[in-house]
């Protein structure tokens, strides 16, 4: 294995600053760089009348960029081509490599949770939003840099993963825009008897949050919003908090198969409050939380699966913005005046053929989802063991592309 020699970033790179006096007049696209890795983006367009800045940094494609202040916060990337003609204010320095030094590769080795862990540390503020990571500190910080030969590989490598993860995510999206597009299909059309929401429900009660862990008689897991965060159906108590209550309130509350988790307080002016999830089977004992609602559907009336996917529609729609309201930034949805609305049922047979269509979406839905969770894990790994030199790449990598050509 090839000794990798260790750098200082000041001597393998230099500091662009292509000064633009700010004129009058003249409009001026300032970049900002998002957190974990995500790169830099179109932040703002300013021009002298909303901005007291004076002067700007001209932006160039393949710079090395990232933000004084998040750097703690993996707030690194390089100028995509897509951005050029930008600037950047002076908390977000732009670098050039030199020879040795491959700008993808500096930005895979700024793009690992222990690099931003270690520039906490070492970064001055007094608070977390004021941790500035400054310039002098970038160019004496050290990387251990192989040849360019093996930056090559390396960068080869993950850009493969990253553009199977891309394909994932765009397969993804398109399954999702298929799944609303099936429920609007069939709820904007569908016919039977208008019933309330409320009256095809057994049992309808609020969430609560109780007590700290081991106050009460009884702990389990009260449901955060991260369960409404797949989009899809079934949902998992990964992340929810474990909160001791009595057992005269956990009782009414437990979840049970098919039962439906209403968010009743959330959102933002973006997203609506009143997303939906449904419990299937084998989940540990929990409960709703305060800003949550339980709804058990009567399955003699209706399949709760079609009243899930009807409330999921909802959503999708903006229906629930009807019945919202806004109160000291949190938007709040009046369960009551939701839940009594009518809406057509179907016979059950029409239920159980649309539920078949549903659900085949949402699982292939899951099933991408978690192969592009999985394959991103991989990929944190297998560059931690490439950037670590537990792995080598052999030369015949470079042979292979040859032949390739």
Not at 152 to 181: F, Q, S
Request: hydrophobic fraction near 40%.
């Amino acid at each position: 294995m090839s000794e990798w020699e260790l750098v200082r970033l000041g001597d393998v790179t230099s500091q662009i600053q292509d000064v633009v006096k700010v004129a009058p007049g003249v409009e001026y696209p300032l970049l900002g760089v998002r957190w974990y890795a995500a790169g830099p983006f179109l932040r703002e367009v300013v021009t002298s009348d909303n901005s007291k800045a004076t002067r700007f940094y001209r932006a160039q494609p393949g710079q090395f960029i990232y933000n004084r202040m998040f750097a703690w916060k993996g707030s690194f990337g390089l100028v995509n081509a897509d951005l050029d003609g930008s600037y950047v204010s002076n908390e977000f320095p732009l670098f050039e490599c030199d020879a040795r030094l491959m700008p993808e590769f500096l930005k895979l080795h700024f793009g690992q949770p222990s690099v931003w862990a270690a520039i906490e540390r070492v970064s001055t503020g007094t608070t977390a939003s004021r941790n500035r990571w400054k310039e002098s500190q970038f160019g004496e910080y050290q990387v251990a840099l192989p040849s360019r030969a093996e930056q090559r590989r390396i960068v080869d490598i993950i850009a493969a993963l990253d553009a199977h993860i891309d394909g994932l995510a765009r397969e993804v999206a398109k399954a999702r825009h298929l799944l609303r597009c099936l429920l609007a299909d069939h709820f904007e059309s569908v016919a039977g008897d208008e019933i309330p929401i409320v009256d095809l429900c057994a049992h309808v009660i609020g969430g609560i949050w109780g007590s700290p862990e081991g106050e009460s008689e009884v702990d389990v897991l009260a449901l955060g919003p991260r369960i409404y965060s797949p989009g899809t159906a079934d949902f998992v108590t990964d992340g929810s908090p474990m909160r001791s209550f009595s057992r005269k309130q956990v009782e009414p509350r437990q979840v049970q198969p098919n039962d439906i988790v209403l968010e009743r307080s959330g959102g933002s002016p973006e997203q609506p409050v009143g997303r939906v999830v449904i419990a299937g089977e084998g989940l540990p004992p929990c409960v709703p939380t305060d800003f949550q609602r339980l709804i058990r559907p009567d399955a003699e009336k209706i399949d709760p699966r079609y009243l899930f996917w009807r409330l999921q529609h909802d959503w999708n729609s903006g229906i629930t913005r009807a019945f919202s309201r806004r109160t000291t930034g949190i938007t709040n949805l009046s369960v009551k005046e939701y839940i009594a609305r009518q809406v057509p049922v179907p016979d059950h047979a029409v239920q159980a053929m649309v539920i078949s269509s549903f659900n085949a979406v949402a699982l292939s839905i899951d099933a991408a989802e978690a192969e592009r969770i999985c394959l991103r894990n991989f990929r944190s790994s297998i560059l931690a063991a490439l950037l670590n030199q537990e792995i080598e790449i052999p030369e015949s990598y470079d042979a292979l592309l040859e032949a390739m050509s």
